[in-house]
């Protein structure tokens, strides 16, 4: 049976399989450092006490080569665990070439460029392993959290025939005689689905966007983890997102401290209530705080003025009614102003919500005086004309939430393979 590194303990017969991490040859002893998924353990090659075949198998291996190691498990206090395997046998499963893409230590720092290129290479290192699993258990913390609150998990189609929100930033790809698109939001079918029985959804999903511009929170292909709810208004929707977020930090502060230790991060569940503050006082705020751009009634917050509040916050907080003519045909408006929300860490955006408009006859008026067909969303409006709850729900970025909670400086970091202007493969 196969052990993993950091379960084995002295005196015990182990069989561990994984990567050729380093080979230290020091003359009469040599080293070999095994690494599978849960750290490094070393195997003492040493003469007269190791087989000679089996230390000259041990010193001749290259780098990340992959091997089955059995042996007996002696305490080493110099060990970097503390113990160490003295080999009766080394297997070589799979030898690696010599000359490697790049460091999977880290000693060597490598262009973002590269690692991703070079992807299964770059997930070797610790670091870079420890943010999957951060990801992987944020992603079951909002499942489990979604269903205590009551929520049915949904899957939605990615290939639509219409625009969700209209606008340029749309992905066409050829669909048999047809044109049709990356659908670049679940909304139009998550409320759809609010109407339906299931009156409280959520779906974590991809999302595409044709966003031209190249920074470190946009990508082409993101994660958006959405909720729509019947018989909500926005606070509650927003009491909500504070919530499920505050889950995600919790789960990692309880669940991923020796990630978290690899990654160098003190992690600090966020404090509720997260404070709010509606966008009229938050370009008040913003202009006071000296920004160059200063902003006017119906300017989207810029970068700056973000920067500004976030420093002046310090914190999560929600921007709340907004003017209406920022904000989507589906978002609940009374005259200039929209019953829309979003929330906002001290860095950026990290999530946009609303009450919905669940009038058909306002919802026809907001789509033609956005531009856009009625006609062509009657599949959506129908939805509107039998029974429609009022209800409200938001779209929170998976990448923007771990970028922003793991202190990186990319949103790229926390995506396995990130599509966006320059990368398309792998
Ligand atoms: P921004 O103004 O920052 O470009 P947005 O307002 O266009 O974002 P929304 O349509 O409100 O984005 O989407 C809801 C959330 O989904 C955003 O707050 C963000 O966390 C995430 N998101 C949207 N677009 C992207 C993207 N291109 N890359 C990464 N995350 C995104
Ligand atoms: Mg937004």
């Not at 759809?192 to 966007?209: A, H, K, N, Y």
Request: aromatic fraction near 8%.
């Amino acid at each position: 049976m196969r052990q993993y590194a950091d379960e084995v303990s002295p005196g015990e017969e182990a069989t561990l399989k994984g990567w050729v991490h380093e080979v230290r040859d020091l003359g009469g002893i040599a080293f070999l450092i095994l690494r599978d998924r849960s750290g490094v353990i070393q195997v003492k090659l040493k003469e007269e006490v190791v087989d000679e075949d089996v230390i000259e198998i041990g010193r001749n291996l290259s780098r990340e080569s992959v091997v089955e190691v059995s042996g007996e498990v002696e305490e080493e206090e110099r060990a970097p665990t503390g113990v160490e395997v003295l080999p009766r046998e080394i297997e070589v499963l799979n030898s690696a070439e010599p000359e490697l893409p790049l460091d999977p230590t880290g000693k060597v720092d490598a262009e973002l460029s590269t690692r991703l290129d070079h992807r299964y290479m770059d997930l070797r290192k610790p670091r870079v392993q420890a943010i999957f699993e951060i990801r992987d258990v944020v992603q079951d913390a909002l499942r489990t959290k979604f269903h205590s609150l009551g929520c049915r998990e949904i899957n939605t189609p990615k290939i639509v025939a219409t625009a969700t929100e209209g606008g340029t930033d749309l992905f066409p790809i050829s669909y048999f005689e047809r044109e049709a698109f990356m659908n670049q939001s679940p909304q139009l079918f998550k409320q759809m689905m609010v109407s339906g029985g299931l009156e409280r959804v959520f779906e974590i999903g991809p999302i595409f966007r044709a966003e031209e511009h190249n920074t470190p929170r946009h990508l082409n292909e993101a994660t958006s983890i959405d909720f729509e709810s019947a018989f909500v208004d926005g606070e509650e929707a927003m009491e909500i997102c504070q919530d499920v977020t505050v889950a995600a930090y919790e789960a990692v502060y309880e669940r991923c401290q020796s990630q978290l230790e690899e990654m160098e991060v003190e992690l600090e569940v966020p404090e509720t209530p997260f404070e709010y503050m509606t966008y009229e006082e938050a370009i008040a705020v913003a202009n006071e705080s000296g920004i160059e751009e200063p902003l006017a009634w119906g300017d989207d917050l810029s970068t700056e003025a973000e920067h500004a509040l976030g420093d002046s916050v310090g914190g999560h907080y929600f921007v709340t009614d907004w003017p209406a003519e920022v904000k989507p045909f589906y978002v609940y408006k009374d005259g200039e102003t929209a019953a829309a929300f979003d929330m906002m860490h001290p860095r950026m955006e990290l999530m946009s919500g609303g009450k919905r408009e669940h009038r058909l006859d306002k919802l026809e008026s907001e789509i033609e005086s956005q531009g856009l067909e009625p006609e062509e969303f009657s599949y959506y409006l129908n939805a509107f004309r039998y029974g429609m709850p009022p209800h409200a729900g938001w779209g929170l970025g998976m990448e923007r939430l771990l970028t922003t909670m793991l202190d990186l400086d990319n949103v790229r970091e926390v995506v396995l393979f990130p599509r966006d202007r320059q990368r398309l493969s792998p």
